[in-house]
């Protein structure tokens, strides 16, 4: 009996015992600390330490936002109105500015030096690469100048609407202007516009041709100029812009020749007409003109800086101004 009890006592203490060294080990590794240094483990304790406690389940975090808040997104900024290629009023008054500079040299009574520098001056203001351009304009701008084929595109307008009168345009613009009234009378009237202002050109090459030749005796003609100043002169007068008002329909000329243009001008003067300068620019534009136009005057000051005297001068201006230019105009209105 004396063995049974001192066996449960004996127990009882051990069991105490490994209580008292158990639970602060336990309670460490409750607390995720390390045990402090001295500390003695148990085996079977130090097993448990060693395993890995599993971190606690975190939340599932949202996925990252692809899309922009509406507050974030703003009014998007309209898409631009699509605009004429060119101003036709402006182009082809430029054109038509150079065609009175042609007139008025070939009135000249007497040359002088100061007149055949104000002639190099004032080509210079005038030319310029968009002068191709200028002389389609004109064209245009005469056709649709004419009273009665305006008026009368008009009344189709009224009885039609203008997006059929647009689309009837577009489709079979032949057939649909041959209905209009004066139509035929206009296209001539832009033919023989363009036809009395390349003679006019053609005029002034010839003429100043020939006063290249007629006045090489005269003294102010031999008297020579430093070219680098001539062709700095004619550059600084190329690129200083020409005082010119635009064009209107009453400044046009009403001079009409027995063959029409191509109907593409036509064409375009009716979408003038209608206000649709967009598609008008687009039908007579040429990138070829405007390339001519650049060699011309690329010629020009090639000639005046190989020239040392006036009479060279006037030789430059008919050849390269006047005629060259006249030239490209012709392959622009084909």
């Not at 066996?7 to 409750?30: F, H, M, N």
């Not at 060693?50 to 990252?64: D, G, T």
């Amino acid at each position: 009996m004396e063995l049974e009890v001192t066996s449960v006592k004996r127990i009882i203490g051990i069991s105490a015992l490994a209580v008292s060294v158990c639970l602060p080990v336990w309670a460490v590794q409750a607390s995720g600390l390390e045990p402090p240094e001295g500390t003695a483990v148990p085996m079977q304790a130090a097993v448990d330490t060693a395993v890995a406690v599993p971190a606690p389940a975190r939340a599932a975090e949202a996925p990252p936002q692809t899309t922009l808040p509406p507050e974030a997104i703003g009014t998007l900024p309209p898409t631009p109105a699509e605009v004429p290629a060119f101003d036709m009023s402006a182009t082809a008054a430029r054109f038509n500015a150079l065609v009175g500079e042609a007139d008025r040299l070939t009135t000249l009574r007497t040359l002088t030096p100061e007149a055949v520098q104000g002639a190099l001056m004032s080509t210079a203001r005038l030319s310029s690469s968009g002068i191709s351009e200028g002389a389609a304009s004109y064209a245009v701008l005469s056709a649709s100048a004419h009273a009665p084929f305006a008026s009368s595109l008009q009344t189709a307008v009224n009885l039609l609407g203008r997006d059929t009168v647009l689309e009837r345009l577009k489709s079979d613009p032949e057939t649909f202007l041959g209905l209009i009234a004066a139509s035929n009378e206009a296209a001539t009237i832009a033919s023989g516009v363009m036809a009395d202002s390349l003679a006019k050109m053609d005029k002034a090459t010839q003429v100043l041709g020939d006063a290249a030749y007629s006045v090489q005796k005269e003294a102010w003609a031999q008297r020579e100029m430093d070219p680098q100043l001539v062709l700095a002169a004619h550059r600084t007068a190329s690129n200083t812009a020409a005082d010119i008002s635009p064009l209107s329909a009453s400044d046009m000329r009403n001079t009409r020749a027995e063959v029409p243009l191509d109907k593409r001008f036509l064409v375009a003067a009716a979408y003038h007409i209608l206000g649709d300068d967009v598609t008008s620019t687009k039908m007579i534009a040429r990138p070829n003109g405007k390339m001519c136009m650049n060699r011309v005057q690329l010629n020009v000051r090639q000639c005046l800086a190989a020239s040392r005297y006036p009479y060279e001068h006037l030789f430059c201006l008919g050849r390269h101004s006047f005629q060259e230019s006249s030239s490209c105009v012709r392959d622009t209105i084909k």
